[in-house]
């Protein structure tokens, strides 16, 4: 399909004989930047399958309150930033992880899978990242991967622009050190 605008989407979706097929076109639109964020912040696969899968349903049952004050993508980002942080949140509470450990997890993961591609020098900067507590994490990939603005992120994590500017920087710099470290520069 043919992506279409928000309006034409929500046109679908508030129509009974067309909201199916609107939901599906809401989905074809965003699965795949939705689907790489929540990667970025979850890193296994199968996790971040089920959170994506719960950030559309999520959008779906919730549509009659999207207000229109932002674009749909920035809404349903922000379900999909909300859905990543508890799912971590109640990871971490089920298993007991001390975040060390879970980190840990988290990165043997990144060592041992064949599903993420890229270089050696990339696997040691998704490691670096994933120092990083998760809402620099959050914003650094946002920032870094998805190239949005300011204050697209603003609008999405519901943070200060100010305050997104200094938590991308100390991102940067904590990364910059962790880079340092692993690569031995």
Excluded: C
């Excluded at 349903?57 to 549509?63: P, R």
């Excluded at 990871?91 to 041992?112: A, Q, S, T």
């Excluded at 990939?141 to 100010?162: A, F």
Aim: hydrophobic share 35%.
């Amino acid at each position: 399909m043919v992506p279409k605008s928000d309006d034409e989407i929500l046109t679908l979706i508030k129509n009974p004989k067309t909201r199916d097929q609107g939901f599906r076109l809401l989905v074809e639109t965003y699965q795949r930047r939705v689907y790489g964020l929540i990667r970025k912040m979850v890193i296994i696969h199968e996790d971040a399958d089920d959170v994506a899968q719960n950030t559309f349903i999520k959008a779906f049952k919730n549509i009659e309150r999207f207000g229109g004050n932002s674009s749909l993508f920035t809404w349903i980002y922000r379900i999909a930033v909300n859905e990543s942080l508890s799912f971590l949140e109640r990871k971490k509470k089920r298993f007991f992880f001390p975040i060390e450990d879970h980190h840990e997890v988290m990165e043997n993961y990144l060592d041992g899978s064949s599903l993420l591609g890229g270089d050696e020098i990339q696997r040691i900067l998704q490691k670096a990242i994933l120092t990083l507590p998760e809402k620099q994490r959050l914003i650094f990939n946002m920032r870094y991967y998805e190239d949005l603005s300011y204050e697209e992120i603003s609008k999405i994590t519901d943070t200060s622009v100010g305050a997104l500017k200094a938590s991308y920087h100390h991102a940067a710099k904590k990364i910059e050190e962790q880079l340092k470290n692993r690569i031995n520069l």
